[in-house]
Every structure is written in structure tokens, then in C-alpha cells.
């Protein structure tokens, strides 16, 4: 929903030579959101790589080019998902990067999630240009990238931000400015370490009322009646009990983010032991050649190391 006369002026502003929206990364998180833009009615240019991606998507209205520049050629605002912060600055910066055909008050919206210190300084270089990035980083995993119901945590110029509230409604219902550029980074990076945190607290008690014969289904059934009720309890537990580990979020890049937010903490001089656990796991799942299954894949790690 649009909320203010600047945001409307933007849009007039993008349509005289802009109407389409760019996008970069049609991964596990990416793809849902590029078909939900389409389903809103919002004409997408995007890149990607995957052939069955690349069809899927043109099959449904979007536009496919062959290379990064033509995007920000054609489009004012662009999304970018992708897996670190290497890829983001790659995919801005390089000689085959955006930044070579970007105009006057562009507006990169990165909803990857990434170090906040990187973020800051992408930011302060495109202000150079008057052109602005958004840190964007989402939660909810595939499911919420599906429904459109994601948690967005905003960084960035709080004006930008209300030019661009009305396309982060299409992806999400819980959108929260957080504050200055890296601040929805560092936000996600606090996400991270209580979702991991949560889904070691979830392995542990069906481990427990597994081994004192309870059947799992009914044990999670009542603790989401009560204060104990979370979506880790609901999802993940699902996914523990039936076994069932295919991707919503990979716990490689569970790893990646833990990295992230650990990083953060030690810089700050904190000793966060529960988070530094939650890693610890993290890196075990890797370790095992389990990097692409989904993140609460953990537990399978907490079963064998408590028995």
C-alpha cells in the first residue's frame, strides 16, 4: 500500500522512463517472490541462470536477460537475493556488475542477508552515484516467501524506504523500519541465532519425550497451545518428526548467517555461548556433506551426540 505523496511521486517518476522491476537471484527464497510481484501485476525483468527458472518464470509474464547491466538499463528499482556478501558486491560492483548502467535515483533493495558492515559501505558508494540500497533481509523461510507473508527488517534512508513499502507489501506482512543502513542486517543476524537457538531447544525436548515413549505428534500438538508455542515448534518440529529435511532454508547458509552474527559479537565484546553452540552444530551438518538440506537438519546432530 502506497502511504505517502512521496512514494506516490516516485512511482510517477520511475513510469516515465522505468515501468519494470528488476531482479536477481531465483533461488529457493527468490523465485516465490519474483511470482508473487507477477501475481500483483508488476512487469519483472530478471537474470538468472537455471534454464528451468529462466522458463518457468517468462512462462508466467517476466521478462529474462542474458546479463546484469541490461537490469538496471531497464529498471530504477531492483531486488537482488543472493547467498553472501561477496556475491551482493559482485553482483553491484563489478565491470559486468549494475552499477555500470545505473541511473539517478536508482534503489537496490538487497534482501540477501549479509554483513552489515559490507552493506554500510555499498551504501555510502552508491550515495555517490544518488543511488540508494535497502537492506532488506527477510524471514519465514520458502513457505513465507510463498504466501507473501515474510518478515521484512528494513536499514536504510527512511524515505527511500517509504518510496519502495508499497512492493515489500506484495512479499511480506510484517515489515519493520529498523533504522539507519546494516541495521535490518544486523537484525537478521539476531533472527538467525534465535531461530537456530530454537530448533536445538525443539530437538532436544522430542528427544526427550522420545525416549519416555510419548507420541511426538500429540507432545508438539499441546505445547503449541502454550507459552512454548513458536513457528520453530510448528515447522521444524514437523520436520523433525517426520524426518524430513528438504530445503527451506540450507543449512549451509544457516552457517553463513551464524558466521555473520557471531562475527558482530565479538567485535561488540560479547561471548554469546548458546549462539556459538548453535554453530557449532551448524558446522557439523557441513561437515557431513548435509549443507543443502534444510537448517533444522541439527537435529539429527543433537540425536546422535545425546545418546
Same mark, same amino acid.
Given at each position: 500500500?502506497?502511504?505517502?505523496?512521496?512514494?506516490?511521486?516516485?512511482?510517477?517518476?520511475?513510469?516515465?522512463?522505468?515501468?519494470?522491476?528488476?531482479?536477481?537471484?531465483?533461488?529457493?527464497?527468490?523465485?516465490?517472490?519474483?511470482?508473487?510481484?507477477?501475481?500483483?501485476?508488476?512487469?519483472?525483468?530478471?537474470?538468472?541462470?537455471?534454464?528451468?527458472?529462466?522458463?518457468?518464470?517468462?512462462?508466467?509474464?517476466?521478462?529474462?536477460?542474458?546479463?546484469?547491466?541490461?537490469?538496471?538499463?531497464?529498471? &530504477? #528499482?531492483?531486488? =537482488?537475493?543472493?547467498?553472501?556478501? %561477496?556475491?551482493?558486491?559482485?553482483?553491484?560492483? *563489478?565491470?559486468? @556488475?549494475? +552499477?555500470?548502467?545505473?541511473?539517478?535515483?536508482?534503489?537496490?533493495?538487497?534482501?540477501?542477508?549479509?554483513?552489515?558492515?559490507?552493506?554500510?559501505?555499498?551504501?555510502?558508494?552508491?550515495?555517490?552515484?544518488?543511488?540508494?540500497?535497502?537492506?532488506?533481509?527477510?524471514?519465514?523461510?520458502?513457505?513465507?516467501?510463498?504466501?507473501?507473508?515474510?518478515?521484512?527488517?528494513?536499514?536504510?534512508?527512511?524515505?527511500?524506504?517509504? &518510496? #519502495?513499502?508499497? =512492493?515489500?507489501?506484495?512479499?511480506? %506482512?510484517?515489515?519493520?523500519?529498523?533504522?539507519? *543502513?546494516?541495521? @535490518?542486517? +544486523?537484525?537478521?543476524?539476531?533472527?538467525?541465532?534465535?531461530?537456530?537457538?530454537?530448533?536445538?531447544?525443539?530437538?532436544?525436548?522430542?528427544?526427550?519425550?522420545?525416549?519416555?515413549?510419548?507420541?511426538?505428534?500429540?507432545?508438539?500438538?499441546?505445547?503449541?497451545?502454550?507459552?512454548?508455542?513458536?513457528?520453530?515448534?510448528?515447522?521444524?518440529?514437523?520436520?523433525?518428526?517426520?524426518?524430513?529435511?528438504?530445503?527451506?532454508? &540450507?543449512?549451509?547458509?544457516?552457517?553463513?548467517?551464524?558466521?555473520?552474527?557471531?562475527?558482530?559479537?565479538?567485535?561488540?565484546?560479547?561471548?554469546?555461548?548458546?549462539?556459538?553452540?548453535?554453530?557449532?552444530?551448524?558446522?557439523?551438518?557441513?561437515?557431513?556433506?548435509?549443507?543443502?538440506?534444510?537448517?533444522?537438519?541439527?537435529?539429527?546432530?543433537?540425536?546422535?551426540?545425546?545418546?
Amino acid at each position: 500500500m502506497i502511504n505517502s505523496m512521496d512514494s506516490i511521486q516516485y512511482i510517477m517518476d520511475v513510469k516515465k522512463a522505468h515501468n519494470e522491476i528488476g531482479y536477481i537471484g531465483l533461488g529457493i527464497m527468490g523465485k516465490p517472490m519474483v511470482r508473487n510481484l507477477i501475481t500483483a501485476k508488476h512487469k519483472v525483468v530478471f537474470y538468472a541462470r537455471k534454464a528451468n527458472v529462466i522458463k518457468e518464470i517468462s512462462s508466467i509474464g517476466g521478462r529474462y536477460v542474458n546479463n546484469i547491466p541490461e537490469i538496471s538499463k531497464s529498471c &530504477k #528499482i531492483i531486488f =537482488l537475493n543472493l547467498p553472501d556478501s %561477496n556475491d551482493v558486491h559482485e553482483v553491484i560492483f *563489478s565491470k559486468t @556488475g549494475l +552499477v555500470s548502467n545505473l541511473s539517478k535515483g536508482s534503489i537496490i533493495i538487497d534482501m540477501s542477508t549479509i554483513s552489515p558492515e559490507v552493506t554500510k559501505k555499498m551504501a555510502k558508494k552508491l550515495e555517490k552515484k544518488s543511488c540508494y540500497l535497502i537492506d532488506a533481509p527477510v524471514s519465514g523461510g520458502e513457505i513465507g516467501a510463498i504466501n507473501g507473508n515474510l518478515s521484512i527488517m528494513i536499514g536504510g534512508k527512511k524515505n527511500i524506504f517509504n &518510496k #519502495i513499502k508499497y =512492493l515489500l507489501s506484495v512479499l511480506g %506482512n510484517n515489515i519493520t523500519y529498523i533504522g539507519h *543502513s546494516g541495521s @535490518g542486517q +544486523v537484525t537478521k543476524a539476531c533472527n538467525q541465532i534465535l531461530v537456530a537457538g530454537t530448533m536445538v531447544s525443539v530437538s532436544e525436548i522430542l528427544l526427550l519425550a522420545k525416549k519416555l515413549k510419548c507420541d511426538l505428534n500429540l507432545v508438539k500438538k499441546a505445547l503449541m497451545g502454550g507459552f512454548a508455542n513458536s513457528k520453530i515448534l510448528d515447522l521444524h518440529g514437523e520436520r523433525m518428526i517426520n524426518n524430513d529435511y528438504e530445503p527451506g532454508f &540450507k543449512a549451509g547458509l544457516h552457517l553463513k548467517d551464524l558466521n555473520i552474527a557471531l562475527d558482530l559479537s565479538d567485535k561488540v565484546g560479547l561471548n554469546l555461548k548458546s549462539a556459538k553452540y548453535s554453530q557449532k552444530l551448524m558446522k557439523i551438518t557441513n561437515q557431513n556433506n548435509d549443507q543443502d538440506k534444510d537448517s533444522s537438519i541439527i537435529n539429527k546432530i543433537i540425536i546422535k551426540n545425546k545418546k
